[in-house]
């Protein structure tokens, strides 16, 4: 794949304010789901193991994670299908066949726990001989968030993508296909390494644009010339940029986020806390400079040394005391997957002494209360109880702030506008058993 043209709808693509280079891969919350979907699958491999894991999708601990995978944007949208269940045809049957399962399960143990490339296509190959009916190379979504630099993402507009740049003719729903398609996505990475990136993410989401024909290739011409071509690339990026809707809801989405933590920045610091600002967040702009300014530029050193850090980093905001103790920690969730930021804070909590004694914060817009509380029905989240956990509605912190910052006293105001929420508990393993020896 050596043609010039190739380098140009990759630029192209890396320039378009609508396309998934921006929108996606770009996109902060991204990154900050990487652990949690990995907990998550920690969690799935447990039940497998334990023979807790039910027969059904709906429910699952696997559904939770699957919803969360699904809300990446454009590229996983509908990610979830191949995993429902589809009574009629018994697909895909790892929720009514037990060695299945266990097939399953050992599958995700594997590529939970190793990390190298040849262990990863080994446990490909083994559960592609266990021939699991409606269990195929969809299951590549899950390893994508394992392994990023292994396992590029498989979906139906990938693959059009792929083929239609390659001329390759890739079918869905076999192993062997997608590991084909694989290789010549290595290939397409290394080529083109100084546009994409070791993340096979950028590559997958190029491609995924190619297939849903947003971006069209160039004709054969007899002179070589790809003036024309250019000039209609140019102006599907001009028209998406002015007229997408999906872009100007994702700006708002991030502008609406980052206005509510430094909402919260504001409150902490007026009521005396340090603050932390979530790592991969602390540049953005925020009123007259960056949202981290006047924050702390590095964790306490109990924070820093659990061994849960790196996911109590990208916490969004930390209120800390001057002793070092956290004495509260909010996650703002303003259209991405509650769940993702229910994990960090049952990271913080469970991997510091005495922290599940502070006091922690889901911040969501007021309609998305019934949201929360589904996802604390869940078994997975049992052990939330003891977190203590909030809601607390925009509206409520908007309202309050300011009084609170005058008059209040530590988290005595916060605490008196948010709502305390008690999950639904179950018999089922919660998210913190045993789940691998990795």
């Excluded at 709906?58 to 809300?71: F, M, N, P, Q």
């Excluded at 430094?262 to 967040?281: C, P």
């Excluded at 960056?290 to 306490?300: E, F, K, S, T, V």
């Amino acid at each position: 794949m050596e043609q010039a043209w190739v380098g140009d709808l990759i630029r192209h693509w890396r320039n378009d304010e609508a396309g998934t280079y921006r929108t996606w891969f770009l996109w902060d919350a991204r990154i900050k789901n990487f652990r949690s979907i990995r907990r998550g699958l920690q969690e799935v491999m447990a039940e497998i193991k334990a023979d807790t894991f039910g027969n059904a999708y709906r429910g699952s601990s696997l559904e939770t994670v699957l919803d969360s995978i699904a809300e990446q944007r454009q590229v996983f949208k509908g990610a979830d299908h191949a995993f429902m269940w589809k009574p009629k045809l018994r697909i895909p049957d790892i929720y009514e066949n037990r060695p299945n399962q266990v097939a399953f399960g050992n599958f995700l143990d594997t590529c939970l726990c190793c990390n190298t490339e040849e262990h990863v296509i080994e446990a490909i190959q083994k559960l592609d001989r266990a021939t699991i009916k409606g269990l195929g190379p969809a299951a590549a979504n899950l390893l994508y968030f394992l392994h990023p630099t292994i396992a590029p993402p498989f979906n139906t507009a990938i693959v059009r993508g792929y083929n239609a740049l390659t001329g390759a003719d890739v079918k869905l729903g076999r192993w062997e296909q997608y590991l084909a398609m694989r290789r010549g996505v290595l290939a397409l990475n290394l080529q083109y390494r100084n546009l994409l990136s070791n993340d096979l993410g950028a590559a997958a989401a190029f491609l995924f644009e190619v297939g849903t024909g947003r971006y069209p290739l160039p004709e054969r011409q007899e002179d070589g010339s790809l003036d024309r071509w250019r000039s209609d690339l140019d102006q599907v990026r001009a028209e998406s940029a002015a007229s997408s809707k999906a872009v100007a809801a994702a700006r708002e989405a991030d502008h609406t986020h980052t206005e509510i933590q430094g909402w919260l920045r504001d409150l902490g610091l007026a009521l005396g806390f340090q603050v932390w600002i979530a790592s991969n967040d602390g540049a953005r702009s925020y009123k007259d400079g960056r949202l981290a300014n006047g924050c702390l530029d590095r964790l306490p050193a109990a924070l820093a040394e659990a061994g849960a850090a790196d996911a109590i980093r990208l916490i969004d905001v930390l209120w800390i005391e001057q002793g070092g103790d956290v004495a509260a920690a909010f996650e703002v969730e303003h259209t991405t997957s509650i769940y993702s930021g229910i994990v960090r804070m049952l990271d913080l909590a469970l991997g510091i002494d005495g922290a599940a004694a502070r006091n922690f914060f889901l911040v969501a817009p007021d309609d998305r209360e019934g949201e929360v509380r589904a996802q604390f029905a869940r078994p997975a989240f049992s052990r939330v109880a003891e977190l203590n956990l909030r809601y607390l509605p925009y509206s409520e912190l908007r309202d309050h702030r300011d009084a609170i910052a005058r008059f209040g006293n530590g988290i005595k105001g916060i605490l008196a506008i948010a709502r305390l929420i008690r999950p639904i508990m179950s018999t089922a393993q919660d998210v913190t058993g045993n789940v691998s020896g990795c």
